[in-house]
């Protein structure tokens, strides 16, 4: 993923295309500084596995539902951690934080990319407010996984 040119191939079809990839490119940044690791993404449909765990997780811990299509997404494994991101269709990205030992943190984490609106499904959330020279205004909440998954 590169974050000095942002592409938005693999999310044209987002009414949001362009704040969306610089939201992935925002993430990618992340993993390159914070851990020298290449962020890389795969279309959803061949990352079903991993979108579907994501879906799992959403229902069970919270009862929520993504109406919006998967686009794409990734796994990456770090320091005994899991972070599996999906980003959507409307504009939102779904990132699990996911610690393979039991004392660890669990959370899933949301982002809204600059321009769309809060999806129905996460209304009750409250999103606050980054800046990113990629992605402009990023909004984002989150909540902690209670169970195993």
Same mark, same amino acid.
């Given at each position: 993923?590169?974050?000095?040119? *942002? ?16 939201? !992935?490119?925002?993430?990618? !940044?992340?993993? #390159?500084? /914070? ?6 993404? %795969?279309?959803? #449909?061949? $990352? &079903?596995? +991993? *979108? ?6 959403? #229902? %069970? ?20 951690? /899991? ?15 996911? $610690?393979?030992? +039991?004392?660890? +943190?669990?959370?899933?984490?949301? &982002? ?13 959330? &409250?999103? $606050? !407010?980054?800046?990113?020279?990629? $992605? ?9 996984? &209670?169970? %195993?998954?």
């Amino acid at each position: 993923m590169d974050f000095t040119n *942002v592409s938005t191939a693999g999310l044209e079809s987002s009414p949001v295309a362009e704040a969306l990839a610089g939201l !992935r490119a925002n993430e990618a !940044r992340y993993f #390159k500084n /914070k851990y020298d690791i290449d962020f890389t993404v %795969e279309p959803a #449909k061949a $990352a &079903k596995a +991993k *979108v579907d765990w994501v879906a799992k997780i959403l #229902k %069970e811990e919270r009862g929520i539902v993504i109406e919006s299509p998967a686009l794409e997404a990734t796994e990456i494994q770090v320091d005994g951690t /899991k972070w599996v991101y999906v980003f959507y269709e409307s504009g939102l990205s779904i990132n699990v934080l996911y $610690a393979l030992d +039991k004392a660890g +943190k669990r959370a899933v984490g949301f &982002k809204l990319s600059d321009g769309m609106d809060v999806p129905e499904e996460l209304s009750s959330f &409250k999103f $606050a !407010r980054q800046k990113s020279k990629l $992605a402009g205004t990023i909004r984002g909440s989150y909540f902690v996984i &209670k169970n %195993e998954y």
